[in-house]
Nanobody
């Protein structure tokens, strides 16, 4: 059974940084695009960022572009989300997403996700 284990959430002041990690137990990890979504209370889940199996190809929502950086370490089957210059509006439950095998996008579409992490809370105080 495919599983994702997230870590790294927490409480931080505005302007601060956090780094989320997500480890996969999937044997085909190196062939899977990976991503992050988030959901704030009362709002729908929204796309944050994604990374192709080629780690040089990344995608970001407009709201995080320039502040967040996604990366992956295929040797560790882990994807990271470095979040800098955090804002209160970044507060949400962040979900790691493993897209379906050979899914070609668009990565903003949650229907392409085959496995979700349990979520890790990020809270940014003003």
């Amino acid at each position: 059974q495919e599983q994702l284990a997230e870590s790294g959430g927490g409480l931080v002041q505005a302007g601060g940084s956090l780094r989320l990690s997500c480890k996969s137990n999937e044997r085909t990890f190196t062939s899977r695009p990976m991503g992050w979504f988030r959901q704030a209370p009362g709002k729908e889940r929204e796309f944050v960022s994604a990374i192709h199996w080629n780690p040089d190809t990344t995608y970001y929502s407009d709201s995080v572009k320039g502040r967040f950086t996604i990366s992956r370490d295929n040797a560790k089957s882990t994807v990271y989300l470095q979040m800098n210059t955090l804002k209160p509006e970044d507060s949400a439950l962040y979900y790691c997403a493993q897209y379906r095998f050979l899914f070609g996008g668009p990565y903003t579409d949650a229907r392409g996700v085959g496995t979700w992490g349990q979520g890790t809370q990020v809270t940014v105080s003003s």
